[in-house]
């Protein structure tokens, strides 16, 4: 399958959204709820750099966002950005007693666990490893998002063609504006991406090391 970059803005909201980061608003977070249920791809904010997402289970946005970013979801890895631990059981497999321990002290927080993917997470995403990062972000924005949606959201990192994380969310917008379908302003966001921990072999593996401070996991 080939995804090629430019995606013309297909939807009906074409904005970026300010968002305060404190107390979001619940209008404007339904606003993005029903953008992301109506297929959107949005810019939102983490506690660490800015992300693309969309629903886990809108095969159509799924689409697009790949597109996007001229990748394959079978091949790439792609997190699941969730609001609390609660959707554990249902993504994810065999998590051992250390592991959640370990994700229940360090989250919300800067890192991104990687764990063997259940059942129920879509064919998709199921790369050649069969599994899937996790995310709790510490930022009010995106939990009161997912919570209000009710399932986690697709998340990949949004970078330039130079690689290079974008941090102001009105230049953010001025560069993606007819790619993708909301930028949510939350403020100015990081350069340093999450932390990685692979959970999924016989030893807990630190694979990048980013915002998420390593002692946190001894």
Same mark, same amino acid.
Do not use: W
């Given at each position: 399958?080939?995804?090629?970059? %430019?995606?013309? %803005?297909?939807?009906?909201?074409?904005? *970026?959204?300010?968002?305060?980061?404190?107390?979001?608003?619940? =209008?404007? $977070?339904?606003? $993005?709820?029903?953008?992301?249920?109506?297929?959107? $791809?949005?810019?939102?904010?983490?506690?660490? *750099?800015?992300?693309?997402?969309?629903?886990? %289970?809108?095969?159509?946005?799924?689409?697009?966002?790949? =597109?996007?970013?001229?990748?394959?979801?079978?091949?790439?890895?792609?997190?699941?950005?969730?609001?609390?631990?609660?959707?554990?059981?249902?993504?994810?497999?065999?998590?051992?007693?250390?592991?959640?321990? &370990?994700?229940?002290?360090?989250?919300?927080?800067?890192?991104?666990?990687?764990?063997?993917?259940? =059942?129920? @997470?879509?064919?998709? %995403?199921?790369?050649?490893?069969?599994?899937?990062? *996790?995310? @709790?972000?510490?930022?009010?924005?995106?939990?009161?998002?997912?919570?209000?949606?009710?399932?986690?959201? &697709?998340?990949?990192?949004?970078?330039?063609?130079?690689?290079?994380?974008?941090?102001?969310?009105?230049?953010?917008?001025?560069?993606?504006?007819?790619?993708?379908?909301?930028?949510?302003?939350?403020?100015?966001?990081?350069?340093?991406?999450?932390?990685?921990?692979?959970?999924?072999?016989?030893? *807990?593996? $630190?694979? =990048?090391?980013?915002?998420?401070?390593?002692?946190?996991?001894?």
């Amino acid at each position: 399958m080939v995804y090629s970059y %430019f995606v013309p %803005f297909l939807g009906n909201y074409n904005m *970026i959204l300010n968002i305060n980061k404190d107390n979001p608003e619940y =209008r404007k $977070v339904k606003m $993005v709820v029903d953008c992301l249920e109506d297929s959107g $791809v949005i810019v939102y904010p983490t506690d660490t *750099i800015y992300g693309l997402g969309c629903d886990i %289970f809108n095969k159509k946005a799924v689409e697009k966002l790949c =597109r996007l970013r001229g990748i394959n979801p079978a091949k790439t890895n792609l997190s699941f950005v969730c609001n609390d631990l609660s959707h554990l059981s249902e993504y994810a497999a065999q998590i051992d007693n250390t592991t959640f321990r &370990l994700m229940k002290k360090t989250l919300p927080g800067p890192y991104t666990y990687i764990l063997n993917a259940s =059942r129920k @997470v879509p064919k998709l %995403f199921k790369n050649n490893k069969k599994t899937i990062g *996790i995310r @709790v972000p510490n930022n009010n924005i995106v939990q009161a998002i997912v919570k209000e949606l009710g399932r986690p959201i &697709l998340s990949i990192s949004l970078k330039t063609d130079e690689e290079e994380y974008l941090t102001d969310p009105t230049i953010i917008y001025d560069q993606y504006k007819k790619r993708v379908d909301m930028v949510v302003n939350g403020g100015i966001g990081e350069i340093v991406p999450s932390t990685v921990v692979d959970c999924t072999g016989s030893e *807990i593996t $630190v694979i =990048r090391e980013g915002a998420g401070e390593i002692y946190s996991l001894i």
